[in-house]
């Protein structure tokens, strides 16, 4: 009795928190999604006119698919490059000072906020940028590559450039902990470098990979201010269809596709946890 | 803090009727008092200077705290946040949308000393009194209220004001004559095949649609019956040509933010663009040619003006007054039309600007030294003439008023497909 009263206790600040801060809120965009508005104020009401609205738009099936286009190619190219940034700072560097250099270093670009890491590729990526400049110097390209910025390149680009340390860091994790005497033993039973990989260090790395993925999947799927700065405002995404809504004061709408990319993100999520048990890591 | 705030009103307030009941000399006090006044005012970046709250608070003595938003920002918070400010500066088409809020109140006319002197565009309409009027949210429309606690609009003057008139300008395309070498005359230049990948339009669904407009129309596409007022078919029709020209890669990017449009055409991202004439300043001042066309159409053209929030009473509101009063009174104005725009009462502006100056800003002479800005930095030289002439044949030539029509929200909502196209 005592113990359990100490357990609930010890269980409460956190409870209380997510309470007032997760789950309240989540409630309030459930409700106000049903809420009708007008050009300046919203009133309570009970309707479905905003999913109405969001279902039967064809820009809203461009948008979503546009999200997950983004998602799924930074996913792609993080997972590449952390993958192989984790590997060589795991099973490449010996000493661990150098390990934990390097993975320091790793973590310098995050000392600056997002927005002005992403705002640095502007002036590099112009018409008349030093990307351009370079290679027109260099006389690869005769006229600047105008693809390079304002596209779906250069929002790409910013997200994996933002992202792929939430990648590094727990796939790195995972393979620490890997024993090194399972490697030796794959050597010693005759295994090639690459078998090791497919048949040891992969299999292991897999809840790494997997709370990596959702890191980045929900991360790109929730922006919007990367999305409006790297392509110029000229790409949508369903964060910027969600801004949109609330620049103009339209929340009930606003609430609704919110309400509607949160399952999204939440059943994707729920089938990536099928694959993987992620305890194992926690 | 809010809290804080709040007991301090409250102290003010009754510090107020405490003097009232003991017949001490008001002025004395009120110099006292005034230093403990701030007031919080919120707008769009182009007149939210620091350099106006420092003034203030030299010439006034109390402090005034400004807050510089994107004019959507501005809408949400005079609509949804009445609280939250004392001062809201917005423009004519914002105050069409935020006065049935009732989040403002009307300001007596009586009380404001220049009133007479305020150009005749925010009262009767009329520029000159052979005028005519543009289309669109045309500030006179929305500038009166029946009494104190009107709700409608007016037709005519009424002596109660729902915002007194700041500042304002006419608005065209702005160009890098050195990228385009050739002259530009019609709107219709903005989707022209030869600027591909070239262009751009802000995404400020309000004022685009105006641009937009604009464009279609001289293009010859559309004669619209009111640009600021249009029908659904109106509005498709002019989507449709817009998207196709995104989709066929017509615009580099779409602006948001002044700075966003002053570093496009700064780096050549763009080379023709709706823009505002600040941003052009900030563009020739990097020493980077730049041009604020006049075009044959006309110009889009908008308008600003402080509302007072309905919660300043007493000594806050006597102060707000006092600091509309001081607006008018001309420094304001001439720093303002040193970068470009306009201001309410152009006679009283002229005490604080040069001969020179005034004959550049306002009367389309040739200039007879340096045009500066108000930072310094050298605008124009010795025989330059601005862009557009002087301020009859600019403002003469308004086509429209930036506005918020009737089916704004269904335009809004094609405008979120035109930027998802």
């Keep these: 009795m ?31 999604s049903f809420w009708g508005a007008t050009e300046f104020s919203i009133y ?11 279902f039967n738009s064809p820009v809203t099936y461009k948008v979503f698919f546009a999200t997950f286009k983004y998602a799924f190619i930074t996913w792609a190219f993080t997972l590449a490059i952390g993958f192989t940034v984790a590997y060589f700072l795991a099973f490449h560097v010996r000493s661990q000072t150098t390990q934990i250099a390097l993975f320091l270093l790793c973590t310098i670009p995050f000392w600056t906020s997002n927005i002005i890491r992403m705002i640095s590729w502007i002036p590099f990526l112009g018409r008349n940028g030093i990307a351009n400049q370079t290679l027109m110097s260099w006389g690869v390209i005769d006229a600047p590559l105008d693809w390079l910025l304002y596209s779906d390149f250069s929002v790409i680009l910013a997200f994996v450039h933002l992202y792929t ?48 993925t959702i890191f980045v999947v929900t991360l790109v799927m929730g922006d919007f201010i990367t999305v409006r700065f790297m392509s ?51 | 803090m809010s809290k804080m705030r709040y007991s301090r009103r409250a102290v003010l307030k009754n510090g107020a009727a405490a003097v009232a009941a003991s017949a001490l000399p008001a002025p004395m006090v009120w110099a006292q008092e005034i230093k403990d006044i701030t007031l919080r005012q919120f707008g769009t970046g182009v007149s939210n ?57 009307a300001m007596d006319t009586s009380k404001i000393a220049n009133y007479d002197k305020i150009v005749g565009i925010f009262k009767s309409g009329k520029l000159t009194p052979e005028s005519e009027i543009a289309q669109g949210t045309a500030p006179h429309s929305v500038g009166f209220v029946d009494g104190p ?57 309000s004022i685009g649609i105006m641009d937009m407009a604009m464009v279609c129309e001289s293009m010859g596409e559309i004669q619209y019956a009111d640009k600021g007022n249009m029908t659904r078919e109106e509005i498709d029709k002019t989507f449709a040509i817009f998207t196709e020209a995104k989709q066929n ?99 009283t502006s002229k005490n604080h600007m040069s001969e020179n100056e005034w004959g550049y800003w306002f009367e389309g002479k040739q200039a007879t030294g340096d045009i500066t800005s108000p930072t310094g930095d050298v605008l124009a030289k010795a025989g330059e003439t601005r862009d557009g002439g002087s301020f009859y044949d600019r403002m003469g030539s308004v086509a429209c008023w930036n506005a918020v029509m009737d089916e704004n929200q269904y335009m809004v909502r094609k405008w979120n497909e035109f930027i998802a196209s």
């Design chain 2, 149 to 205: 606690d009107g709700n409608a609009f007016a037709d005519e003057e009424t002596g109660w004001m729902t915002l007194i008139p700041t500042i304002y300008n006419a608005d065209t395309l702005g160009i890098r004559p050195d990228l385009i070498n050739r002259p530009i005359n019609n709107w219709s230049e903005l989707l022209n095949p030869e600027f591909k990948g070239k262009a751009s339009i802000l995404d400020i669904s």
């Design chain 1, 44 to 54: 309570p009401d009970f309707q479905f006119e905003n999913y109405q609205f969001l």
């Design chain 1, 165 to 212: 340390l939430f990648m590094v860091v727990p796939i790195f994790n995972t393979m620490m902990r890997i024993d090194k005497s399972l490697l030796e033993a794959a050597r010693d039973a005759g295994a090639s470098g690459f078998q090791t990989l497919c048949h040891l260090i992969i299999p292991l790395t897999k809840p790494g990979i997997m709370i990596g």
């Design chain 1, 232 to 282: 110029g405002s000229q790409k949508a995404n369903v964060g910027r269809l969600i801004s949109n809504d609330i620049a103009l004061l339209q929340y009930p709408s606003a609430a609704a596709t919110a309400v509607v990319l949160l399952c999204t993100v939440l059943i994707m999520i729920a089938i990536m946890l099928r694959f993987v048990n992620i305890r194992k890591e926690l």
């Design chain 2, 49 to 105: 200077l620091n350099d106006v709250a420092n003034k203030v608070k030299e010439d006034l003595g109390f402090t005034l705290a400004m807050t510089a938003l994107d004019s959507d920002s501005v809408t949400q918070r005079a609509a949804t946040q009445p609280d939250s400010f004392d001062i809201a500066d917005i423009e004519y088409w914002i105050c069409k949308k935020v006065w049935p809020t009732g989040n403002l109140q």
């Design chain 2, 249 to 347: 890669g017509q615009f580099r990017a779409f602006w948001k933010t002044f700075d966003e449009s002053v570093n496009l055409m700064a780096a050549g991202e763009v080379v023709i663009q709706s823009m505002w004439s600040p941003a052009i300043t900030a563009v020739k001042s990097r020493g980077i040619p730049c041009v604020y066309q006049p075009l044959e159409e006309g110009y889009r053209s908008w308008g600003g003006g402080i509302g007072l929030s309905k919660s300043l009473s007493g000594m806050e509101l006597d102060a707000a007054y006092e600091y509309i009063n001081w607006y008018l009174d001309g420094w304001v104005g001439g720093y303002l039309m040193r970068q470009g725009y306009y201001s309410a009462v152009p006679e």
């Design chain 1, 2 to 32: 005592h113990r359990t009263l100490i357990t609930w206790l010890q269980a409460a600040p956190l409870t209380v928190i997510l309470l007032g801060f997760l789950v309240a809120p989540i409630i309030m965009i459930v409700i106000v």
